[in-house]
């Protein structure tokens, strides 16, 4: 079976569509498979956005619960996580709409869970069953957890 250039050399592909369009030779166009990268680009941005954001509240989390291991490099990673989806967000506003989206939620706040614990070797018991912040409250600039607060002794 003859594998299509698409398959043999994806960017030597991209490249040859670019030329194609430029000179509106669209009869000739690989319409299934532009369409299909068009949509990966969109993913990949919602990967990304959802990727920092983990990060970002995995690290609100290890503050919150390791108050003794604050560090400036915490301090950093959670500052350049909140800039960068800022960033991200105005320079494709349909992302923001993700924040809202419960689904999207679970699955940032179960991989910021995922990555908390194992940084940190925290127990899962002893971390709240969802994230204990709105998306917008995390992305505060302001915004520092306190340390949980702790039952009688």
Do not use: N
Not at 11 to 27: K, P
């Amino acid at each position: 079976m003859t594998r299509t250039l698409y398959e043999q050399d994806v960017v030597r592909w991209a490249q040859e569509q670019a030329r194609l369009l430029r000179e509106g030779e669209f009869e000739r166009l690989d319409v299934e498979h532009i369409a299909d990268e068009i949509e990966d680009v969109g993913k990949s941005e919602q990967r990304e956005l959802a990727s920092r954001t983990a990060l970002l509240i995995a690290h609100l989390l290890k503050w919150q619960y390791q108050p003794q291991k604050r560090s400036k490099s915490w301090r950093g990673t959670i500052a350049i996580q909140r800039k960068s989806i800022a960033r991200r967000i105005a320079a494709t506003p349909s992302l923001e709409a993700m924040l809202g989206d419960p689904e999207w939620r679970t699955d940032i706040w179960l991989d910021a869970l995922k990555s908390a614990i194992e940084d940190t070797g925290l127990d899962l018991a002893a971390l709240p069953a969802d994230c204990p912040w709105p998306i917008e409250l995390a992305l505060d600039p302001d915004f520092w957890p306190d340390a949980p607060a702790q039952g009688p002794s």
